[in-house]
């Protein structure tokens, strides 16, 4: 079955939503530049509902150890997802300052940027595929755009991976029938406007995901 991430959520109606539709991961984006944000000591608050009923991920962008540790002290993450440019030693050290699982997000435009995943694939729990934002968008992902799934072709990678970028209630099932994802990844396609959760979205992203 499809490993569903339900990325950016912000209230407990909408968390509870994720939940109740039986979402696999929940998301929390620690990024100030984000619609999304979230302070560490508030997620923690909000996620502990979620402990024990779907994997609880904290996104961060570049992230520095004294955010990594705050973060790993209070919200207690089951992975931390890296959505910027580290490298595959910051990596490593966020690893050992959350002690959480990883999940590496890869750009992607071209054919030639899965070349990235030959060497993440040994270092992250799961990859991520995300469609490269355009030329100084201010976010890295949570932006809404897709890249060209029939990039993926029959590529394998050693752990499951998240597909993500742009996907949506009406368009997940296609998606997974081009691409066979064994997870995807959703923030703005289940929103009402940038930001705003719609808990009507995240159960038919839900179902719609199931259904394929
Ligand atoms: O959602 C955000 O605001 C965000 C900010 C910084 C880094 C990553 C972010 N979101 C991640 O991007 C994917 C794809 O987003 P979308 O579905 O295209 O809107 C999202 O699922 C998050 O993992």
Redesign the pocket.
Known sequence: MTAI?I??LTTPETLDAALDAGADFV?A?V?PQ???HIVPDRAARLFERARGRAKIVA?T?DAEDALLDEIARTLKPDFI?L?GAETPVRAERARAVTGAGMIK?LPIRRGDDFAAADEWDYHADHL?F??KPPEGAV????????FDWTLLGDRVFRHPWFL????NPDNVGEALRITGAPMV?????VESAPGVKDAGRIAAFIQNARRT
């Open positions: 991430k990325c950016g998301g984006v990024f984000s619609p999304r996104v962008v997802q959505h997000a991520m995300d469609a976010l890295p992902g949570g932006v809404g755009h897709r993500a970028g742009g996907l990844d959703v923030s703005s396609g």
